[in-house]
T-cell receptor, first 114, second 114 residues
Framework: DTGVSQNPRHKITKRGQNVTFRCDPI?????LYWYRQTLGQGPEFLTY????????KSRLLSDRFSAERPKGSFSTLEIQRTEQGDSAMYLC????????????FGPGTRLLVL | ELKVEQNPLFLSMQEGKNYTIYCNYS?????LYWYRQDPGKSLESLFV?????AVKQEGRLMASLDTKARLSTLHITAAVHDLSATYFC??????????????FGKGTKLTVNP
């Protein structure tokens, strides 16, 4: 299976701890996105990379959040000093830029902050 | 700020019946997507609609787009239990910085009863 993969799939942490999630996009895709989804809601955009460049960050992404995509391949999303409000599903998606572009989503990382 | 509204948010229907889910959005967009999400799972791409009047069909699902009315519909024909899931529409917007992101509706939770 060469789809988008994310690790870990589940993470339970205590408030105040740091967590890091990894996303491996589909190999030829140059665009990578992070979204956050809470229960009963649609995914909300967090940030976007084209190759290794982070081109946009949502206002939802506080200073405690940082994302990287070194060498334009995998990406990491780190949350520092987690808060209970950070509990959500974190989804990664990738796409290949073009006229008929579709974002393909990974299975997500479900974060629970106690 | 772009808003994407779906209705209904909850839909319970009997097998064999037809129904339509509506997706309204508040600003001009080049593309509209429909995704399916099963409980605890990630999002599966169903349709990409690129132009006014676009219509796409896959099995018992048919999606259409009216860019003038800023309206997309997802029509379900002769529903079967396997269609039970949450359906999201998402609108692609391009930012001034040249990046792109999807703005999702809240989703329509469809339950098909025998």
């Amino acid at each position: 299976d060469t789809g988008v993969s994310q690790n870990p799939r589940h993470k339970i942490t205590k408030r105040g701890q740091n967590v890091t999630f990894r996303c491996d996009p589909i190999s030829e895709h140059n665009r990578l996105y992070w979204y956050r989804q809470t229960l009963g809601q649609g995914p909300e955009f967090l940030t976007y990379f084209q190759n290794e460049a982070q081109l946009e960050k949502s206002r939802l992404l506080s200073d405690r959040f940082s994302a990287e995509r070194p060498k334009g391949s995998f990406s990491t999303l780190e949350i520092q000093r987690t808060e209970q409000g950070d509990s959500a599903m974190y989804l990664c998606a990738s796409s290949l830029s073009g006229p008929v572009e579709t974002q393909y989503f990974g299975p997500g990382t479900r974060l629970l902050v106690l | 700020e772009l808003k994407v509204e779906q209705n209904p948010l909850f839909l319970s229907m009997q097998e064999g019946k037809n129904y339509t889910i509506y997706c309204n959005y508040s600003t001009t967009s080049d593309r509209l997507y429909w995704y399916r999400q099963d409980p605890g799972k990630s999002l599966e791409s169903l349709f990409v609609l690129l132009s006014n009047g676009a219509v796409k069909q896959e099995g018992r699902l048919m999606a259409s787009l009216d860019t003038k009315a800023r309206l997309s519909t997802l029509h379900i024909t002769a529903a079967v239990h396997d269609l039970s899931a949450t359906y999201f529409c998402a609108v692609d917007i391009r930012t001034q910085g040249g990046s792109e992101k999807l703005v999702f509706g809240k989703g329509t939770k469809l339950t098909v009863n025998p």
